[in-house]
């Protein structure tokens, strides 16, 4: 019966030890391991890396998806001096009658973005969060950005990894495909830009010389709040066509004396369109507006002088057909076609043939 009692009491003994040891083991343990998380803590600050990202990605949708200065522009936005990249530019056309509407985009690619922001944040988190920055890598999803970073501080390294609710590669895929309908459709508005993601807002000669389009999440934030995305389009010379009337030509001129044998020469002062026919000319794109935004200037005209066609230009003088020309103006007949203008658009010029 002792025996048995011995028995009992050295397992229990046994069995508080045991217990004993297993608490003093996790409590030295969870010790540890909070030692080990506070000096994590207290070596990484997130909340500056956070900042650091969260500022540069602000910046880059605000410049058009550079960080730099290439083709970019400087313009007053909502009170504010801004810079904006280009993403879209026209070529000079030709020939007016000829026109085709082709540009280039300057919108930047995923991995130009990828390869600033990752130079961005190396330079910023180590001037501002005091930290060797062993590898940047930013990652562009669909949906989702993430940012990992390799840094060092003294003799500790960690790994920061983090998500970001920001569909920046949807974005620049959803403005590329608007810019490239722009470029191509004779039709194309950005007033009818529609997406369940994506708000637009579109502002025309936003600087007299440009337009601006701005895309905004709708569902997602970032920083919380909508993130923006801009970017410029050059204003491009208009795209004009005639109807298929002619184009006529009003001019301004004297009469030179001449000798009793010859009939007087004629001196052409200025040339212009003849009234009304102002409306004979189309702004195809309708991105501008005669008179408003640019301005038609007649170069040269034209007319049948015996059965040839002649050309005439500002201060051009003629001696034959001054008869013929007298005639026509004696009974309101305007003999004269439009053959080369001078359009004006917001400070471009170009001269075609009609």
């Not at 030692?35 to 880059?60: A, G, S, W, Y």
Request: hydrophobic letters at 35%; charged letters at 35%.
């Amino acid at each position: 019966m002792e025996n048995k009692k011995a028995q009992i009491t050295f397992f229990v003994i046994t069995s508080l030890l045991i217990l004993t040891i297993i608490i003093v083991f996790f409590l030295i343990k969870n010790s540890f391991n909070t030692k080990m998380l506070n000096e994590k803590q207290n070596f990484l600050d997130e909340k500056c890396i956070n900042n650091v990202f969260e500022n540069t990605m602000i910046k880059l949708g605000k410049q058009g998806g550079t960080l730099k200065d290439a083709y970019t522009k400087r313009i007053n936005f909502n009170d504010e001096n801004i810079k904006v990249r280009y993403g879209l530019k026209f070529y000079v056309p030709g020939n007016i009658k000829e026109w085709i509407n082709y540009g280039y985009i300057f919108l930047p690619n995923i991995n130009e973005v990828k390869k600033e922001v990752e130079e961005e944040m190396k330079k910023k988190v180590e001037n501002k969060c005091n930290y060797k920055v062993l590898n940047s890598e930013v990652v562009f999803n669909d949906e989702k950005t993430l940012l990992f970073m390799k840094l060092k501080k003294d003799n500790n390294n960690y790994n920061f990894r983090r998500e970001y609710d920001l569909p920046l590669k949807k974005i620049l895929n959803t403005i590329r495909y608007e810019l490239y309908k722009e470029k191509t459709e004779e039709d194309h508005r950005f007033e009818n830009f529609y997406n369940n993601e994506f708000e637009s807002f579109y502002y025309g000669n936003i600087d007299g010389k440009d337009d601006l389009f701005v895309l905004e999440t709708k569902n997602t934030v970032f920083n919380g709040k909508k993130y923006v995305f801009m970017t410029l389009i050059q204003d491009r010379v208009p795209k004009v066509k005639k109807t298929v009337d002619i184009i006529k030509c009003d001019f301004e001129f004297n009469f030179m004396p001449g000798d009793t044998s010859t009939p007087n020469k004629i001196k052409f002062l200025n040339l212009k369109l003849l009234d009304g026919e102002e409306d004979k000319i189309v702004d195809v794109d309708e991105k501008d507006v005669y008179k408003t935004n640019y301005d038609v200037e007649v170069l040269e005209c034209s007319f049948v002088c015996r059965g040839h066609e002649k050309k005439v230009e500002k201060n051009t003088i003629i001696e034959d057909c001054v008869d013929d020309i007298k005639n026509d103006l004696r009974h309101e007949r305007m003999p004269f076609y439009v053959k080369k203008l001078k359009l004006t658009s917001d400070g471009e010029s170009y001269e075609g043939t009609i």
